[in-house]
């Protein structure tokens, strides 16, 4: 028990908003009558938070490096309104305008990092400034007014789901296949970690709560691909987003530029006389988020099947709140992809929950504030505990 104990503190960050999330899902599971953790609820649950987790795995990264971006939603909108017009009026082919609207993200992310890393700009001011601009141009590009529908295989990137290649009637199979698979995955990833560990003396997890660690992952990972082979099956965009979850946590654990973007959110001027390029990390750390906003608005403009000049209201609010609540720290230099994930699958169970028992978005909105608010407190807490 006591290293169990030990064990919970010295990852307080990690494992903290991970337990918060498991106790979330059970009260509203009870309070909806077991509505909650049905397979239709859960893939909607996917569905509707899916662009703000994309979002919030740029966002994390913007704040790390001790910054953060407010206009993420307005180019958001701004980009699934020239996808609008590209797919819907001009007639271009899906997969092209995807790749046009991902560059013009890319190249807005790097308008605002230019003004942040070189010329200086608070990035509060700069993003501040794209807010209005990209909301003014969503507006005019519109003209007021929303442009549908969308092709079928552009919908289907939201709204599809992977075809069940085992033909298995009421129950998709592929997804228990699937299951199964990144069941072995974790296994064989985390014992190779364990055996790395020993092999350099660190401290491991003794062999029975390693054990227990392992099967209590498996079960969470095979109950809910069988919940979503009890619907449709797993959705595209759940492919999506494990991948976005893989490549980016890699970068930032296994990576130079993951270990600069740290340096620089932990302290500029050390990181600067260490030989990181402090200018250029933050330039790129801004194209990715333009690049991230851009998917996040093509999944939101496929999912409502439309381009509408309010689209992206308050999606950066939701994205930094996420990053917050998984453990980002507001000074910068702490947070972690996983971490971020995690917090957009609080506010998203919260969002779903609250609806589910009949809370008006008056009472939804106070009751985010007051979690983001206490999850930022616990940051300071424990910062100034470890000092």
């Known amino acids: 028990m006591e290293e169990l104990t030990r064990l919970f503190k010295s990852n ?19 309070l909806s009558g077991g509505i909650l953790l049905k397979p239709l609820n859960i893939t909607n649950l996917i569905l509707q938070n899916s662009y703000i987790l994309v979002l919030a795995i740029g966002m994390v990264l913007v704040i790390i490096t001790g910054h953060i971006d407010l206009s993420v939603g307005s180019v958001a909108a701004f980009v699934g309104a020239v996808s609008a017009i590209l797919m819907v009026d001009m007639q271009v082919p899906f997969a092209a305008a995807v790749v046009i609207s991902l560059i013009i993200g890319a190249l807005i992310g790097a308008w605002q990092g230019f003004w942040v890393a070189y010329v200086r700009i608070p990035s509060f001011i700069v993003t501040l400034a794209g807010m209005l601009l990209f909301r003014g141009l969503t507006m005019i590009v519109l003209k007021g007014q929303s442009i549908a529908p969308f092709p079928n295989g552009f919908r289907n990137i939201s709204t599809g789901f992977i ?26 990833i985390e014992w190779r970690k364990r055996l790395n560990q020993r092999k350099y003396l660190f401290d491991v997890l003794p062999a029975g709560l390693f054990v227990a660690k392992l099967v209590a992952m498996v079960a969470i990972i095979n109950v809910f691909t069988y919940v979503l082979a009890s619907y449709e099956g797993i959705p595209n965009i ?28 932990g302290n500029e001027k050390a990181a600067k006389l260490s030989g990181v390029k402090t200018k250029r990390v933050t330039f790129w750390v801004f194209v990715n988020m333009g690049a991230l906003a851009a998917l996040s608005g093509l999944i939101f403009a496929a999912r409502l099947n439309a381009a509408t000049p309010k689209a992206g209201v308050n999606f950066e609010l939701d994205a930094i709140a996420a990053c917050f609540i998984g453990g980002a720290s ?12 995690v917090g957009g699958l609080v506010m998203g169970v919260m969002n779903n929950g609250m609806s589910l028992v009949g809370l008006g978005i008056d009472w939804q909105q106070g009751i985010k504030g007051l979690v983001l608010l206490l999850a930022v407190a616990f940051d300071i807490y424990n910062k100034n505990k470890s000092a």
Do not use: C, E
């Open 12 to 30: 307080i960050r990690q494992y903290g908003m991970i337990v918060a999330l498991v106790l979330i899902m059970i009260l509203f599971q009870i």
């Open 163 to 188: 075809p069940d290649w085992f033909g298995g009637g009421t129950l998709h199979l592929l997804s228990v296949v699937t299951g199964a698979v990144l069941s072995a995955v974790f296994i064989a």
């Open 238 to 265: 759940l492919i999506l987003l494990f991948i976005l979850v893989a490549v980016y946590s890699f970068v930032t654990n296994k990576t130079v530029m993951g270990r600069h973007v740290y340096a620089l959110g």
């Open 330 to 341: 507001a000074t910068g230099g702490v947070g972690t992809v996983i971490g971020a994930i």
